[in-house]
């Protein structure tokens, strides 16, 4: 157990649709990143979020945006949601070392 | 910029046999060097780690040595069990970058009894 908690487990939810997933990381991790792992793309790096503020940003869509909240947690929305974005969704912690402790994820399917 | 390349596999091997994952990375600094594994259904653990010029990561019976000359990270374990069944990703921490973490595609190890 990696102390990283995500919720939901899974989520199915049909195109066009919003949804929300959220990430608490350990207490004291200031940093959040968030993945998209799909059979085709693989590991794909979407955000970063640092003590509140956004500070990188991989292959997110438009569609897709996050934001990280005073107590740390963050939270991942996706929005007009296509076929495509079916996939796992993770989220992971950063220590000061460098090292990443990932979340269960989400397994979020479009119909 | 920078990349990781990894061996995609998939890899089968019988138990107790050698593994050998290779890695090669392409960064403009000093980054820090992972072994990330993903059992089935979970997500990525920290396996080892490397930040500097050879140094060596270990972790159960796994290991790999950080060689800046040839730019690889390749991942090794001398005898693998059943268990060891999961991908493997290979990632570095771009300093250059504010701290993005830059993953690999991952290597599927399939280990036979």
């Known amino acids: 157990d990696s102390g990283v908690t995500q919720t939901p487990k899974h989520l199915i939810t049909a195109t066009g649709q919003r949804v929300t997933l959220r990430c608490s990381p350990r207490?004291?991790?200031?940093?959040v990143y968030w993945y998209q792992q799909s059979l085709d793309q693989g590991l794909q790096f979407l955000i970063q979020y640092y003590n509140g503020e956004e500070r990188a940003k991989g292959n997110i869509l438009e569609r897709f945006s996050a934001q990280q909240f005073p107590d740390l947690h963050s939270e991942l929305n996706l929005s007009s949601l296509e076929l495509g974005d079916s996939a796992l969704y993770f989220c992971a912690a950063e220590d000061t070392l460098y090292e990443q402790y990932f979340g269960p994820g989400t397994r979020l399917t479009v119909t | 910029g920078n990349s990781v390349t990894q061996m995609e596999g998939p890899v089968t091997l019988s138990e107790e046999a050698f593994l050998t994952i290779n890695c090669t990375y392409t960064a403009t600094g000093y980054p820090s060097l992972f072994w990330y594994v993903q059992y089935p259904g979970e997500g990525l653990q920290l396996l080892l780690k490397a930040t500097k010029a050879d140094d060596k990561g270990s972790n159960k019976g796994f290991e790999a040595t950080y060689r800046k000359e040839t730019t690889s990270f390749h991942l090794e374990k001398g005898s693998v069990q059943v268990s060891d069944s999961a991908v493997y990703f290979c990632?570095?921490?771009?300093?250059?970058?504010?701290?993005?973490?830059?993953f690999g595609p991952g290597t599927s190890l399939s280990v036979i009894p």
């Open positions: 207490s004291g991790d200031l940093s």
């Open positions: 990632a570095l921490s771009d300093p250059t970058s504010y701290d993005k973490v830059i």
